[in-house]
Protein backbone atom coordinates (compact mmCIF):
# COMPACT_ATOMS: atom_id res chain seq x y z
CA UNK A 1 0.00 0.00 0.00
CA UNK A 2 3.13 2.64 0.71
CA UNK A 3 5.51 0.97 -1.87
CA UNK A 4 5.34 4.20 -3.35
CA UNK A 5 6.59 6.28 -0.15
CA UNK A 6 10.45 5.85 -0.51
CA UNK A 7 12.53 8.53 1.04
CA UNK A 8 13.51 9.60 -2.39
CA UNK A 9 9.68 10.53 -3.29
CA UNK A 10 9.15 12.29 0.33
CA UNK A 11 12.40 13.95 0.00
CA UNK A 12 11.31 15.53 -3.32
CA UNK A 13 7.61 16.93 -2.00
CA UNK A 14 9.53 18.24 0.71
CA UNK A 15 11.87 20.18 -1.64
CA UNK A 16 9.06 21.00 -3.96
CA UNK A 17 7.61 23.06 -1.12
CA UNK A 18 10.29 24.97 -0.41
CA UNK A 19 10.64 28.32 -2.86
CA UNK A 20 12.80 28.40 -5.63
CA UNK A 21 14.69 31.07 -4.46
CA UNK A 22 16.29 29.01 -1.38
CA UNK A 23 19.13 27.06 -2.06
CA UNK A 24 18.46 23.51 -2.09
CA UNK A 25 20.51 21.35 -3.48
CA UNK A 26 22.48 18.71 -1.57
CA UNK A 27 24.58 19.74 0.82
CA UNK A 28 22.20 22.83 1.43
CA UNK A 29 21.15 23.80 4.44
CA UNK A 30 17.50 23.13 3.53
CA UNK A 31 18.48 20.01 2.29
CA UNK A 32 20.37 18.54 5.12
CA UNK A 33 17.76 20.03 7.53
CA UNK A 34 15.06 17.60 5.07
CA UNK A 35 16.81 14.67 4.49
CA UNK A 36 16.51 13.05 8.45
CA UNK A 37 12.89 14.10 8.40
CA UNK A 38 12.29 12.33 5.13
CA UNK A 39 14.06 9.34 6.11
CA UNK A 40 12.35 8.77 9.27
CA UNK A 41 8.86 8.97 7.71
CA UNK A 42 10.28 6.07 4.93
CA UNK A 43 11.06 3.99 7.90
CA UNK A 44 7.52 5.12 9.06
CA UNK A 45 5.71 4.26 6.20
CA UNK A 46 7.48 0.86 5.87
CA UNK A 47 6.17 -0.19 9.31
CA UNK A 48 2.80 1.22 8.35
CA UNK A 49 3.10 -1.39 5.52
CA UNK A 50 4.03 -4.22 7.94
CA UNK A 51 1.26 -3.46 10.30
CA UNK A 52 -1.21 -3.33 7.64
CA UNK A 53 -0.63 -6.44 6.52
CA UNK A 54 -0.56 -7.82 10.01
CA UNK A 55 -4.21 -7.03 10.69
CA UNK A 56 -5.58 -9.08 7.93
CA UNK A 57 -5.92 -12.87 8.80
CA UNK A 58 -3.96 -13.44 4.83
CA UNK A 59 -0.98 -11.70 5.29
CA UNK A 60 -0.71 -12.06 9.20
CA UNK A 61 2.26 -14.40 10.29
CA UNK A 62 3.34 -15.25 14.12
CA UNK A 63 1.47 -14.08 17.20
CA UNK A 64 -0.52 -11.99 14.82
CA UNK A 65 -1.85 -14.41 13.22
CA UNK A 66 -2.91 -16.34 16.63
CA UNK A 67 -4.53 -12.79 17.77
CA UNK A 68 -6.51 -12.95 14.79
CA UNK A 69 -7.63 -16.20 14.64
CA UNK A 70 -8.27 -16.62 18.40
CA UNK A 71 -11.10 -13.96 17.40
CA UNK A 72 -13.05 -16.94 16.42
CA UNK A 73 -11.77 -19.27 18.97
CA UNK A 74 -9.26 -20.97 16.92
CA UNK A 75 -5.63 -21.48 18.68
CA UNK A 76 -2.93 -22.70 17.44
CA UNK A 77 -1.93 -26.20 17.85
CA UNK A 78 0.95 -27.21 19.80
CA UNK A 79 3.25 -30.02 19.23
CA UNK A 80 2.07 -33.26 20.07
CA UNK A 81 4.25 -36.70 21.12
CA UNK A 82 4.95 -39.67 19.58
CA UNK A 83 3.10 -42.52 20.90
CA UNK A 84 5.22 -45.68 19.61
CA UNK A 85 5.24 -49.81 20.12
CA UNK A 86 8.00 -50.78 22.36
CA UNK A 87 9.32 -54.31 22.19
CA UNK A 88 10.87 -56.19 25.35
CA UNK A 89 11.84 -59.53 25.40
CA UNK A 90 14.62 -61.56 28.30
CA UNK A 91 16.70 -63.99 27.91
CA UNK A 92 15.71 -67.13 25.87
CA UNK A 93 13.69 -64.72 23.27
CA UNK A 94 10.81 -64.83 25.44
CA UNK A 95 8.43 -61.51 25.53
CA UNK A 96 8.34 -60.14 29.05
CA UNK A 97 6.97 -56.72 30.26
CA UNK A 98 8.29 -53.57 32.34
CA UNK A 99 7.22 -51.39 34.94
CA UNK A 100 4.65 -48.87 33.92
CA UNK A 101 6.95 -45.45 33.44
CA UNK A 102 10.09 -47.46 32.26
CA UNK A 103 12.03 -44.40 30.59
CA UNK A 104 14.37 -45.69 27.47
CA UNK A 105 16.39 -43.89 25.07
CA UNK A 106 17.56 -44.07 21.13
CA UNK A 107 20.19 -41.37 20.42
CA UNK A 108 19.04 -38.24 21.51
CA UNK A 109 15.58 -38.99 22.82
CA UNK A 110 13.80 -40.61 25.41
CA UNK A 111 10.56 -42.57 25.52
CA UNK A 112 8.28 -43.71 28.50
CA UNK A 113 6.15 -46.70 28.45
CA UNK A 114 2.51 -45.78 29.26
CA UNK A 115 0.47 -48.56 28.90
CA UNK A 116 0.45 -52.33 28.16
CA UNK A 117 -0.57 -53.64 24.20
CA UNK A 118 0.09 -57.12 25.23
CA UNK A 119 2.91 -59.11 26.77
CA UNK A 120 6.23 -57.87 25.43
CA UNK A 121 4.64 -54.63 23.37
CA UNK A 122 3.88 -51.53 25.26
CA UNK A 123 2.96 -47.88 24.09
CA UNK A 124 5.49 -45.78 24.38
CA UNK A 125 5.23 -41.69 24.56
CA UNK A 126 8.50 -39.71 23.32
CA UNK A 127 9.14 -37.25 25.99
CA UNK A 128 10.13 -34.91 23.09
CA UNK A 129 7.18 -33.26 21.14
CA UNK A 130 7.03 -33.24 17.60
CA UNK A 131 7.86 -35.13 14.80
CA UNK A 132 11.38 -36.17 15.66
CA UNK A 133 9.62 -39.18 17.47
CA UNK A 134 8.72 -40.52 14.57
CA UNK A 135 11.89 -41.14 12.86
CA UNK A 136 14.22 -43.55 15.05
CA UNK A 137 13.95 -47.07 15.12
CA UNK A 138 16.01 -50.06 16.53
CA UNK A 139 17.61 -50.76 19.66
CA UNK A 140 16.32 -48.87 22.94
CA UNK A 141 18.33 -48.49 26.02
CA UNK A 142 17.35 -48.59 29.20
CA UNK A 143 18.01 -45.25 31.51
CA UNK A 144 17.23 -47.10 34.50
CA UNK A 145 17.83 -50.77 35.08
CA UNK A 146 14.77 -53.46 34.34
CA UNK A 147 15.47 -56.79 36.08
CA UNK A 148 15.14 -59.61 33.21
CA UNK A 149 15.63 -57.16 30.28
CA UNK A 150 17.55 -59.00 27.31
CA UNK A 151 16.17 -56.46 24.67
CA UNK A 152 14.55 -53.91 23.63
CA UNK A 153 13.15 -52.48 20.09
CA UNK A 154 11.14 -49.36 19.01
CA UNK A 155 8.82 -50.75 16.76
CA UNK A 156 6.63 -48.96 14.52
CA UNK A 157 4.54 -46.08 14.98
CA UNK A 158 1.20 -45.80 16.60
CA UNK A 159 0.09 -41.95 16.71
CA UNK A 160 2.63 -39.82 15.21
CA UNK A 161 3.56 -36.85 16.44
CA UNK A 162 3.01 -33.64 15.53
CA UNK A 163 5.27 -30.29 15.00
CA UNK A 164 3.48 -27.18 16.07
CA UNK A 165 0.59 -26.04 13.63
CA UNK A 166 2.64 -23.60 10.65
CA UNK A 167 1.11 -20.31 9.99
CA UNK A 168 0.31 -21.88 6.49
CA UNK A 169 -1.87 -24.45 8.85
CA UNK A 170 -3.94 -22.59 11.36
CA UNK A 171 -4.02 -19.90 8.35
CA UNK A 172 -6.01 -22.44 6.09
CA UNK A 173 -8.14 -23.59 9.26
CA UNK A 174 -9.11 -20.57 10.48
CA UNK A 175 -10.52 -20.07 6.91
CA UNK A 176 -12.27 -23.19 6.80
CA UNK A 177 -14.12 -22.00 9.87
CA UNK A 178 -15.05 -19.05 8.38
CA UNK A 179 -16.26 -19.98 5.24
CA UNK A 180 -17.64 -23.60 5.84
CA UNK A 181 -19.46 -22.49 9.20
CA UNK A 182 -19.33 -26.07 10.69
CA UNK A 183 -22.65 -26.91 12.87
CA UNK A 184 -24.05 -29.52 14.84
CA UNK A 185 -22.84 -32.76 12.64
CA UNK A 186 -22.50 -31.62 9.60
CA UNK A 187 -19.63 -32.26 6.99
CA UNK A 188 -17.83 -29.14 7.98
CA UNK A 189 -17.76 -30.09 11.91
CA UNK A 190 -17.03 -33.37 11.19
CA UNK A 191 -14.21 -32.65 8.98
CA UNK A 192 -12.80 -29.50 11.57
CA UNK A 193 -12.93 -31.87 15.07
CA UNK A 194 -11.46 -34.65 13.04
CA UNK A 195 -8.15 -32.69 11.49
CA UNK A 196 -7.36 -31.04 14.71
CA UNK A 197 -7.17 -34.64 16.82
CA UNK A 198 -3.68 -35.89 17.23
CA UNK A 199 -1.99 -37.76 14.45
CA UNK A 200 -4.23 -36.64 11.92
CA UNK A 201 -3.10 -35.27 8.68
CA UNK A 202 -6.60 -35.66 6.82
CA UNK A 203 -9.97 -36.78 6.56
CA UNK A 204 -13.07 -37.10 4.32
CA UNK A 205 -16.68 -37.30 5.56
CA UNK A 206 -19.31 -40.19 3.84
CA UNK A 207 -23.11 -39.12 4.84
CA UNK A 208 -25.48 -41.73 4.72
CA UNK A 209 -23.22 -44.11 3.20
CA UNK A 210 -25.04 -46.90 4.61
CA UNK A 211 -28.45 -45.63 5.49
CA UNK A 212 -29.81 -42.76 7.41
CA UNK A 213 -27.86 -41.71 10.60
CA UNK A 214 -24.55 -43.56 9.09
CA UNK A 215 -21.49 -41.65 8.70
CA UNK A 216 -18.18 -43.32 7.17
CA UNK A 217 -14.62 -41.25 8.54
CA UNK A 218 -12.24 -42.28 6.66
CA UNK A 219 -8.41 -40.53 7.48
CA UNK A 220 -5.02 -40.33 6.56
CA UNK A 221 -2.21 -39.81 9.40
CA UNK A 222 -0.16 -36.84 9.86
CA UNK A 223 2.81 -38.55 7.98
CA UNK A 224 0.37 -38.65 5.13
CA UNK A 225 0.00 -42.40 5.16
CA UNK A 226 -2.68 -45.50 6.28
CA UNK A 227 -3.28 -44.86 9.94
CA UNK A 228 -2.62 -46.84 12.05
CA UNK A 229 -5.44 -49.47 13.83
CA UNK A 230 -4.53 -48.16 17.70
CA UNK A 231 -5.64 -44.55 16.15
CA UNK A 232 -8.45 -45.69 13.75
CA UNK A 233 -9.46 -47.24 17.21
CA UNK A 234 -8.75 -44.03 19.08
CA UNK A 235 -10.62 -41.54 16.55
CA UNK A 236 -13.42 -43.83 17.03
CA UNK A 237 -13.77 -43.77 20.42
CA UNK A 238 -13.91 -40.01 20.45
CA UNK A 239 -16.48 -39.90 17.94
CA UNK A 240 -18.86 -42.60 18.49
CA UNK A 241 -17.72 -45.33 21.04
CA UNK A 242 -18.41 -48.91 19.23
CA UNK A 243 -20.40 -50.45 22.81
CA UNK A 244 -22.30 -46.64 22.05
CA UNK A 245 -23.00 -46.23 18.43
CA UNK A 246 -25.51 -43.55 18.30
CA UNK A 247 -26.28 -42.28 21.41
CA UNK A 248 -23.92 -39.29 21.24
CA UNK A 249 -21.48 -40.45 24.17
CA UNK A 250 -18.29 -39.27 21.86
CA UNK A 251 -18.44 -36.06 20.03
CA UNK A 252 -20.82 -37.22 17.22
CA UNK A 253 -24.92 -36.28 17.74
CA UNK A 254 -27.06 -38.39 18.73
CA UNK A 255 -28.39 -40.24 16.12
CA UNK A 256 -24.96 -40.28 14.29
CA UNK A 257 -23.37 -43.93 13.93
CA UNK A 258 -19.80 -42.95 13.17
CA UNK A 259 -17.74 -45.80 11.47
CA UNK A 260 -13.76 -44.55 11.14
CA UNK A 261 -12.04 -46.38 8.37
CA UNK A 262 -8.04 -45.80 7.42
CA UNK A 263 -6.89 -44.54 3.82
CA UNK A 264 -5.91 -47.89 1.91
CA UNK A 265 -2.70 -47.76 0.96
CA UNK A 266 -1.89 -49.06 -3.17
CA UNK A 267 1.18 -50.20 -3.69
CA UNK A 268 2.70 -49.20 -7.29
CA UNK A 269 5.63 -50.50 -9.10
CA UNK A 270 6.93 -48.36 -11.76
CA UNK A 271 9.00 -49.37 -14.71
CA UNK A 272 10.80 -47.09 -17.46
CA UNK A 273 13.48 -47.58 -19.61
CA UNK A 274 15.68 -44.41 -19.65
CA UNK A 275 18.24 -42.80 -22.23
CA UNK A 276 21.16 -41.35 -19.95
CA UNK A 277 23.99 -39.35 -20.41
CA UNK A 278 27.34 -40.63 -21.54
CA UNK A 279 29.50 -42.45 -19.20
CA UNK A 280 25.89 -42.25 -16.79
CA UNK A 281 24.90 -45.81 -15.38
CA UNK A 282 21.36 -46.81 -14.10
CA UNK A 283 23.22 -47.43 -10.57
CA UNK A 284 24.15 -43.73 -10.31
CA UNK A 285 20.67 -42.46 -11.10
CA UNK A 286 18.41 -45.04 -9.42
CA UNK A 287 18.40 -43.65 -5.81
CA UNK A 288 17.80 -40.31 -7.45
CA UNK A 289 14.85 -41.40 -9.30
CA UNK A 290 13.39 -42.74 -6.09
CA UNK A 291 13.66 -40.35 -4.32
CA UNK A 292 11.92 -38.12 -6.95
CA UNK A 293 9.01 -40.61 -7.82
CA UNK A 294 8.63 -40.66 -3.51
CA UNK A 295 8.71 -36.76 -3.56
CA UNK A 296 5.40 -37.02 -6.02
CA UNK A 297 3.59 -39.88 -4.10
CA UNK A 298 3.97 -37.81 -1.29
CA UNK A 299 2.66 -34.89 -2.67
CA UNK A 300 -0.43 -36.69 -4.06
CA UNK A 301 -1.21 -37.86 -0.34
CA UNK A 302 -0.90 -34.61 0.83
CA UNK A 303 -3.80 -33.59 -1.54
CA UNK A 304 -5.81 -36.33 -0.93
CA UNK A 305 -8.54 -34.79 1.59
CA UNK A 306 -8.84 -32.13 -1.03
CA UNK A 307 -8.79 -34.15 -3.81
CA UNK A 308 -12.48 -36.40 -4.89
CA UNK A 309 -10.01 -39.37 -6.30
CA UNK A 310 -6.23 -39.38 -6.88
CA UNK A 311 -5.00 -40.50 -9.97
CA UNK A 312 -0.89 -41.61 -10.71
CA UNK A 313 -0.53 -40.09 -13.93
CA UNK A 314 2.16 -41.25 -16.52
CA UNK A 315 2.83 -38.15 -17.41
CA UNK A 316 4.11 -36.68 -13.79
CA UNK A 317 6.09 -39.92 -13.59
CA UNK A 318 8.17 -39.40 -16.68
CA UNK A 319 8.68 -35.39 -16.00
CA UNK A 320 9.97 -36.26 -12.16
CA UNK A 321 12.56 -38.82 -13.94
CA UNK A 322 13.47 -36.23 -16.22
CA UNK A 323 14.34 -33.98 -13.52
CA UNK A 324 17.39 -36.13 -12.27
CA UNK A 325 20.25 -35.26 -13.51
CA UNK A 326 22.03 -37.68 -16.15
CA UNK A 327 18.22 -38.84 -17.02
CA UNK A 328 18.12 -37.50 -21.13
CA UNK A 329 15.22 -39.22 -22.07
CA UNK A 330 12.39 -41.66 -20.48
CA UNK A 331 9.88 -44.30 -22.46
CA UNK A 332 7.95 -47.37 -22.08
CA UNK A 333 6.01 -45.91 -18.35
CA UNK A 334 4.92 -48.71 -16.90
CA UNK A 335 2.57 -48.73 -13.51
CA UNK A 336 1.74 -52.00 -12.34
CA UNK A 337 2.15 -53.57 -15.85
CA UNK A 338 0.06 -51.14 -17.28
CA UNK A 339 0.77 -48.69 -19.83
CA UNK A 340 -1.34 -45.94 -18.57
CA UNK A 341 -2.44 -43.85 -15.69
CA UNK A 342 -3.83 -45.65 -12.22
CA UNK A 343 -7.02 -43.88 -11.22
CA UNK A 344 -7.89 -44.61 -7.30
CA UNK A 345 -10.63 -44.54 -5.40
CA UNK A 346 -12.10 -41.63 -2.41
CA UNK A 347 -10.25 -43.41 0.08
CA UNK A 348 -7.05 -45.14 -1.14
CA UNK A 349 -3.85 -43.46 -1.50
CA UNK A 350 -0.30 -44.04 -3.32
CA UNK A 351 2.75 -45.93 -2.00
CA UNK A 352 5.46 -46.16 -4.50
CA UNK A 353 6.74 -50.24 -4.76
CA UNK A 354 9.70 -51.47 -6.64
CA UNK A 355 10.86 -48.93 -9.42
CA UNK A 356 12.74 -50.49 -12.03
CA UNK A 357 15.14 -49.01 -14.43
CA UNK A 358 16.58 -50.39 -17.84
CA UNK A 359 18.19 -48.64 -21.25
Same mark, same amino acid.
Given at each position: ?73 ? %? ?67 ? %? ?8 ? @??? =? ?6 ? %? ?11 ? !? ?24 ? $? ?10 ? $? =? ?66 ? !? ?13 ? @? ?20 ? @? ?10 ? &? ?15 ? &? ?8
Amino acid at each position: MYENQTYEAILRRMLERVPEQIDKREGSIIYDALAPAAAEMAQMYMELDVNNNLSFADTATGEYLERRTLEFGI %EREPATKARRKGLFIASGQVPMDVPIGSRFSIRDLDYIAISKIKTGEWVLECETAGTAGNQEFGTLLPI %EYVDGLARAE @LGE =VLVPGEDA %ESDEALRQRYLEV !VNEQPFGGNVADYKQKISAMDGVGGV $KIFPVWNGGGTV $K =VTMISSQYTSPSQELIEEVQTILDPEMNHGEGIGLAPIGHTVTVAGAEGVVIDVIATLTLANDTTIGQ !VQSDVEEALQSYFGQ @LRQNWAHESALAVRVAQIDARI @LTVAGVVDVSHT &LLNGQAGNIQLTEEQIP &LLGKVTLDE
